[in-house]
């Protein structure tokens, strides 16, 4: 029978469904990210991150040595080890960047001009010529490498140039740049919810208007003005961060507030308090749920800003945390292998400062949806 006790509806395991799946979608590419910040260069560049934890066939590169070359009887030899330093021997090798794995181990092959070379599986190999060599010759050799992690990436990160105080910058920023707008916003959250006023629908009006505002439209006109008044430094990104957070604030507290039980307010106005005073002691605490949300989203966005961060604050001992990952990476891009774990270095505050708070972001959110 439909409503029985200890039956679930059948809508309330879809959510719950709905809700693994969403939380599944999320945990994935963070756990990619996460394996793929243990693992070096090579073998990003050989296998994907579900592999790291797996024995995996890995192919590198080699070059012979013309000056270790030495005459034996009417042939000059040159002998080494092409074996990677995890491997204890190959399962193939070539000369060509087309055919890495080309031949078998201990297969003796003929190249140009009377030359060959024979790989043994163990990596040794032995490059012989009727002529003295002038060029050195490349090989390819192909191994099953066993899983390695390694935390030399966390170490180039967390001891490159600057990036302690970028990370000290990065907070100076985004700890004023959330606390301000909350601020101003609450004042006038409280004002569009509670005071009746002229023009109040059309203030609201304006300020949903302003969430569909593209933020790169309002930046050169930001710095002019900032030029004009003299305003430098952090004081000019802080600014930035707050006018551009404030439509969000205003939005999400002036809802919030909105639905907070009238009587309480009017009692609190018939006991004579202040407009400030159920300001202060009814209407802040009541809505922290909402403040509390606004809070996430203002810090993730200002501990992760690249852009407004690079018009406001041009100088070098002012650089953030994004800034200071975006230089190491190089002018060119060759130190990409850092990307993940410059990710999960800068994303360590943002994520203390969500679990910390999460609890409130659904409530906060769902504020003005159920009446």
Known sequence: MEGMAGKRPALAWAVNISAALLVLLWLIPTVGLFVTSFRDKDQIIQSGWWNAFFSSEQTERYRTDPASQVQDGALWVIEGVALPPTATEISAWGTRTQEPGAHAPGETVALDDGIELTVNADGSYRLTSPTEFDDDQRIFVQATVPPKFTFSGYQRVLQGEGIAQAFFNTATVAIPATIIPILMAAFAAYALAWTDFKARGFLIAVIVGLLVVPLQLALIPMKLLHSSLG?????????????????????????????????????????????????????????????????????????????????????????????????????????????????????????????????????????????
């Open 231 to 371: 305003i430098t430094g952090y004081l000019g990104v802080w600014l930035a961060h707050s006018g551009f957070g404030l439509p969000l604030a205003i939005y999400l507290l002036r809802n919030y507030m909105a639905g907070l039980p009238r009587d309480i307010i009017e009692n609190a106005r018939v006991d004579g308090a202040t407009e400030f005073q159920i300001f202060f002691k009814i209407i802040l605490p009541l809505s922290f749920p909402a403040l509390a949300s606004f809070s996430i989203f203002q810090f993730l966005w200002t501990w992760n800003d690249l852009l407004v961060a690079k018009v406001f604050l041009p100088g070098k001992d002012q650089e953030v945390l994004t800034v200071g990952i975006a230089k190491m990476m190089g002018s060119k891009g060759g130190e990409w292998d850092l990307l993940a774990v410059a990710g999960f270095v800068s994303i360590i505050v943002p994520l203390i400062v969500f679990f910390s708070l999460q609890r409130f972001l659904v409530r906060g959110l769902l504020s003005g949806s159920v009446k």
